[in-house]
Every structure is written in structure tokens, then in C-alpha cells.
């Protein structure tokens, strides 16, 4: 395991220790970004807290935040490498006390994610995963087990999770196509408003697959890496390669990654790369 794999699962533990602090006493400052979309005092003192470690024993990495946007990391010289977090993913579920929430740390180089880790800090679980190296869940501090994706090959036999955007919000009734057309071909779709935990149980095989229109590089890095460890796929609505810039997302087992891109690459708003 890498030193940067080693601090990300540390500061997964030291946020997720906190998160359930604040989940227990259930009082939070909210701060409203946008309709349908929060932060709380928690998520912004995670992340702090991320980046004073971060600079403290990688100076001249980057660092990509939800609530503080990208940045340098100390005086040094770049390294290439970035660290690319969501302190705390499901914020809305977090100040209604419904317990599906997770945080989300992946390491990048040059562009490419190398390494991650998404954790429930309400069953204590943290998925993980490094290039070349296999995905894995641990349970509190129990030894780890290795994770693979489902082995459903049949998009009207799967589970899938989503995410859909408040009605207040601009892109509603386009997302709602597409969530439309989904349902229509898929056994269940699941929305539970923690996206990043979401790809996490599809790395772990307890969902087939996801899709998304609408995700910030944030909620997919970490994720991302656990999907193709697991064996499973990960792409944007074109089967391309650029979710993490288009911020459309489709994952899954192979076959069902196959069919969601039949079924949804004519709902993408971007182009093909």
C-alpha cells in the first residue's frame, strides 16, 4: 500500500470519526450553495482539516475540494500528483438525519486515478482500492476482503442507483428523461442521495449499476478506481473516458456498463472526446 493510499484511508478514519460526532448531536450550520444543494459547517472543517494534513506531508501536491475548489498545497514544486476529495457526500441526508451518507479521497497522477477510498462512517466500512492492487472493504479495524461487481450481465435484471436533481433546479426535467428511459429498461432504480457511496456498493457488488448526468469530479474519483479494480466498468454517456470532465457518469458491471451507454448516449450533453 502506497503512503498516499496509507493517508487517505487515515484521513477517511479522522473525518468519518467525525462525521458521526456531528450525525449523533444533529444541530448544523447549513449553508445553501444552490437549490437542492448544501454544505454544512462539518463539510467545511473536514476538508480543512484534509488539507492541513495533506500539506503538512505532501507539500506541492494539488488538491481538489468540493467547498474549496482547486488549489496548491504548501511552497514546493509540483509534483503531479492530486488529491481530490468530498469531505462529506450526501449532505442533504446529513441534516435530516438519514444515514446514508460517506466521505471520498482519491489520489491522482498527471490526470490519471491511481488511488481512492469511499467510507461509511455509519457502519464503519472503507471501500479501497490502488491501481493494480484489487478493491477492498474493511470493517472498522477487522483485516480487509476483497470486492468484485455483481455478476449481472442483463440491464432488465439490474439494480441501479441514480441521482436526481431537485425539481427546483434547471436541469430536472432533463435528467428526468433520461431517468425515464432507464427505468423503463432496468429491474429497480435506487436514489439515495450519496452518490459516491452509491459507486461504492456497485464496486462491492450490491448494485449493478449507476448513472448519472450530473456529478462533480469529487463524488466519481474515489470511485472510480474501486469500479475497474472490482472488474467492473466506468465511462461517460458516450463510453468514453471523460466523466470526470463531462461529470456524466455510468458505471457498473461490464454488460450492464455496455447497455447503459446504449440506452442513455443520446441524453449526453457533451461532446465526444
Given amino acids: 500500500?502506497?503512503?498516499?493510499l496509507q493517508l487517505a484511508l487515515s484521513l477517511a478514519e479522522q473525518a468519518c470519526q467525525k462525521i458521526r460526532i456531528a450525525f449523533a448531536?444533529?444541530?448544523h450550520a447549513v449553508n445553501y450553495k444552490s437549490p437542492g444543494d448544501f454544505a454544512t459547517a462539518t463539510d467545511q472543517q473536514i476538508e480543512f482539516a484534509m488539507e492541513t494534513e495533506l500539506t503538512h506531508q505532501f507539500p506541492g501536491d494539488d488538491m481538489l475540494g468540493e467547498e474549496g475548489g482547486a488549489r496548491r498545497l504548501g511552497q514546493a514544486a509540483a509534483t503531479g500528483y492530486q488529491w481530490i476529495v468530498?469531505?462529506?457526500d450526501g449532505t442533504f441526508n446529513f441534516i435530516h438525519g438519514f444515514p446514508y451518507i460517506a466521505t471520498s479521497i482519491a489520489v491522482a497522477f498527471e490526470g490519471g486515478v491511481c488511488a481512492g477510498v469511499v467510507a461509511n462512517p455509519l457502519?464503519?466500512?472503507y471501500f479501497f482500492a490502488e491501481y493494480g492492487s484489487g478493491a477492498w472493504i474493511r470493517v472498522g479495524q477487522a483485516a480487509p476482503s476483497p470486492i468484485r461487481v455483481s455478476n449481472c450481465v442483463a440491464l432488465d435484471q439490474a439494480?441501479?442507483?441514480?441521482?436526481?436533481p431537485s425539481?427546483?433546479?434547471?436541469s430536472f426535467e432533463t435528467v428526468l428523461a433520461a431517468w425515464t428511459e432507464v427505468a423503463r429498461h432496468c429491474a429497480s432504480?435506487?436514489?439515495?442521495?450519496?452518490?459516491?457511496?452509491?459507486?461504492a456498493h456497485v464496486a462491492a457488488g450490491r448494485a449493478d449499476g449507476f448513472f448519472v448526468m450530473s456529478l462533480g469530479a469529487w463524488d466519481?474519483?474515489?470511485a472510480s478506481i474501486l469500479i475497474r479494480e472490482a472488474g467492473g466498468h466506468i465511462c461517460d454517456f458516450n463510453g468514453g473516458d471523460s466523466f470526470l470532465h463531462t461529470n456524466e457518469v455510468i458505471a457498473g458491471t461490464p454488460a450492464v456498463t455496455e447497455a447503459l451507454v446504449r440506452v442513455l448516449s443520446h441524453h449526453s450533453r457533451a461532446k465526444p472526446r
Wanted: charged content about 25%; cysteine-free; hydrophobic content about 50%.
Fill in 220 to 222: 466519481a474519483a474515489a
Fill in 1 to 4: 500500500m502506497s503512503p498516499r
Fill in 189 to 199: 432504480i435506487r436514489r439515495t442521495g450519496a452518490a459516491a457511496l452509491d459507486l
Fill in 86 to 88: 468530498d469531505p462529506l
Fill in 167 to 170: 425539481a427546483k433546479q434547471s
Fill in 123 to 125: 457502519t464503519d466500512e
Fill in 25 to 27: 448531536e444533529a444541530t
Fill in 159 to 164: 439494480l441501479v442507483a441514480s441521482v436526481l
